[in-house]
């Protein structure tokens, strides 16, 4: 009977293993889900323990190369967090007749993971999306499509990764896996709750979200949404949702202490982004649209990227320096904020902009530093001051 606390990590693999049904995934008060057994159901077979990520590590593999890569379509590119890896790969799964499993934000703008098998949702998976994804029972979907004998490509955070690769104990030739290097995960409650109040403020319904909208370029995104009266907000470093998960306080419990850092992945790819690029390829110039860094772990994964090579604009990159610069969180955990218990036990009594607003005070030196760079932005300084800098870094 699976009972690991709060070390688990939500993959849902032990929900989705048992035969008896007796596993439901239910949220904390926190709006993390976490396995729940109806012990009434439950016939101690230990299947949900056999599966746990957590409880059985994987043993990852050494990544055998490294690239930093961008597609060619342009619209994809602005449209995506960073380089657009995403996108070619999918199309390629399903020309060959395969399913794409990726998070996506659906009607109800909630984060979730959905199989697809049409060109025309495979936009769907495209961006960031910084809310821990409802898995329903895309596991048990993944396995009876490679049981078809279809090719499979699964996007998600190393522990789903992990988990999904436990929970299906064979490695399958049609299987493609991507983890994506990320920080931690936001709640869904609290990510429901800033959607709220966002549609109160703006007296509207939302009508399309991206995380890492490039108003600004790459490195200045901001979480963009479009609401049904046409009108639009973004903002980044002073967004009350964005200054949570920025400064770290609402992850996951299990986020802070990671069972799945350290460049070797179980997956065939593992993806993060290229902030600097020029320090560890041949790119001459960052052209502020944003580059991908890709691990590639196997050899399925390399002859895959490969066969796809010429919808990417690729440069061969130092592995070490590629994580060096832009791999921070490969390697490292996310460091636990003492107030992150507060901040949840707030959220739970307030509305987000009064939970933020008391630990983490957006103050009026924020708000005239974000419209300084964007008016910089719309003036063509920005980034010349961002040279600027960097000269001046490099000099001290």
Not at 44 to 72: A, F, H, W, Y
């Amino acid at each position: 009977m699976i009972s690991i606390g709060e070390k688990c990590c939500g993959c849902t693999a032990c929900y989705a293993i048992c035969k008896k049904k007796c596993i439901n995934m239910l949220p904390n008060d926190e709006g993390f889900l976490y396995p729940v057994v109806d012990v009434k159901k439950c016939v101690n077979c230990g299947l949900c323990d056999k599966v746990c990520p957590i409880e059985n590590n994987i043993q990852g593999v050494s990544p055998i190369r490294s690239v930093v890569l961008r597609t060619k379509v342009e619209e994809d590119v602005l449209n995506s967090a960073s380089g657009g890896f995403s996108i070619p790969l999918a199309n390629y799964v399903i020309k060959n007749g395969g399913v794409v499993c990726g998070a996506i934000i659906n009607e109800k703008h909630e984060v979730q993971h959905k199989l697809i098998d049409n060109y025309e949702d495979i936009n769907l998976i495209r961006g960031s999306k910084y809310v821990q994804s409802y898995m329903n029972n895309c596991f048990q979907e993944i396995k009876n499509k490679i049981v078809e004998g279809k090719k499979v490509l699964f996007f998600g955070t190393p522990c789903q990764v992990y988990g999904l690769k436990k929970y299906l104990n064979y490695d399958y030739d049609n299987l493609i896996t991507v983890d994506l290097v990320c920080k931690g995960v936001a709640s869904p409650k609290l990510w429901e709750k800033y959607l709220n109040y966002r549609e109160e403020k703006q007296q509207s319904k939302v009508d399309y979200i991206n995380f890492r909208k490039k108003n600004r370029g790459y490195h200045s995104a901001d979480l963009e949404i479009k609401f049904k009266n046409s009108s639009v907000y973004a903002k980044n470093k002073t967004d009350f949702f964005m200054r949570s998960y920025i400064n770290s306080i609402c992850m996951r419990k299990s986020c802070y202490q990671c069972n799945f850092k350290g460049k070797d992945r179980c997956s065939d790819f593992t993806i993060f982004d290229a902030w600097n690029a020029t320090k560890y390829t041949s790119l001459k110039k960052d052209d502020d649209k944003g580059y991908t860094n890709v691990l590639i772990h196997t050899n399925k994964g390399n002859e895959i990227l490969n066969e796809i090579s010429n919808m990417y604009k690729i440069y061969e990159s130092d592995i070490s320096k590629a994580i060096f610069y832009d791999g921070v969180m490969v390697d490292n955990q996310t460091e636990y904020m003492k107030q992150r218990e507060k901040f949840y036990e707030l959220l739970n009594q307030k509305k987000i902009d009064e939970t933020v607003q008391i630990l983490l005070p957006i103050k009026t030196i924020d708000v005239f530093m974000e419209l300084i760079k964007k008016i910089l932005y719309k003036l063509g300084l920005l980034n010349l001051i961002k040279k600027l800098k960097e000269g001046l870094n490099g000099k001290n």
